[in-house]
């Protein structure tokens, strides 16, 4: 998870001007890659058949992706989840269920990284950061619980509406 160490440190260094205008496209990128995502694996599949899957080139190029999302995640935690699930669609998985496991368990790491980052540069404010944290432990539980009880299809459905709504938003508030 050193991607999101990375990304903490990043944002630290990084403008507000800069960090706001690279938003909406770091957003917009994962809301095409959790709606088209398996179907680019699908054309990449066909046009390099099963090479990609086990080709160190494949695996590499996908290490290096998951790296550069976890950085995203220690830079801008928002929308993570979303592009969680969009690379776990290219990279082949189709269970949202599990697809969501991994994404907590990806997100929980990165954030952990960040924080370590975050605390080191003295710029928590770690009270207020103690209600968001027991916060999204409530929220993610319930929203594991509830996804359990919808479909897969209905929740990858309500997945990609929230991801479209928080790109539009973050494209306007630009």
Known sequence: M???GFGAWLLL???PATFSRAIPWLLLLAT???IWGEALRARL???FGARLTVSWLGGTLLALLFWSICAYGG???AGLGIILLGYLTLAGYE???LMNGLKLLVSALVAVMAIIVFGAGEVIAWREGSFVMIGTLVGGYGAARGAQVLGQVLV???II???AGMTVTFFIGV
Do not use: E, S
Request: net charge positive; aromatic share 8%.
């Open 2 to 4: 050193t991607g999101g």
């Open 13 to 15: 260094q990084t403008p």
């Open 32 to 34: 095409i890659l959790l």
């Open 45 to 47: 599949h066909r046009l």
């Open 75 to 77: 830079f801008f935690n």
């Open 95 to 97: 269970d949202v269920h």
């Open 156 to 158: 990858r459905r309500m």
């Open 161 to 163: 509406l929230v991801a």
